[in-house]
């Protein structure tokens, strides 16, 4: 449990050197937040700050022996997806010289659940929140990712993730957050909205 005096969401956690991390989406901090699990996963503690400015929805990764993070830059119209990257997780953090990565496109830059760097392969998905927010999740594939360049191409099953007719995420899906358990088997959790109201499911 994380209790903070501003608003948290999008709580994206991983493992590395066997401690459990967490970087949840505090924009109105005006940073991105690193917490470390101390009683996973139910005590966390402030470890510091990565970057300063408004960033929703922080997306980090590793590849390549370098960590990565994607953020999404503008909350409101929610068009411009920027990209940072580290030798080390605490940073410091430098933003990429192609950043914003998207700008000026509601359909696929803000960031929409955890990257996938599998087999060499890595796996960026976005919310879709043109016409409306959060109407469907659709997953890039990034082809090319040095410190000096970026690369992308939409995968022909994008979107993955669609509104379900009338039930509980019948007005948009926001995100996916998948794992494979073995090599011909994976879990996702994925949050979905009808009527103004956010649910979780896992499948």
Known sequence: MLDEAFHLSYPYVFKWKDEYYMIPEAHQTGSVRLYRAVDFPLKWVFVRTLIYGSHVDPSVFRY???WWMFTGADPVANNVLRLYYAADLMGPWTEHPMSPVIDGDANIARPG???LVL???IIRYTQDDEPVYGNQVRAFEITELTTASYKERELPESPVLKPGGNRWNR???HSIDAHRIADDRWIAAV???RDGLVFGFSH
Do not use: A, L, S
């Open 171 to 173: 007005d948009g899906m």
């Open 119 to 121: 087999d060499g392969r």
């Open 191 to 193: 949050d979905g909205k």
């Open 113 to 115: 659940g955890r990257v």
């Open 64 to 66: 390549n022996g370098m």
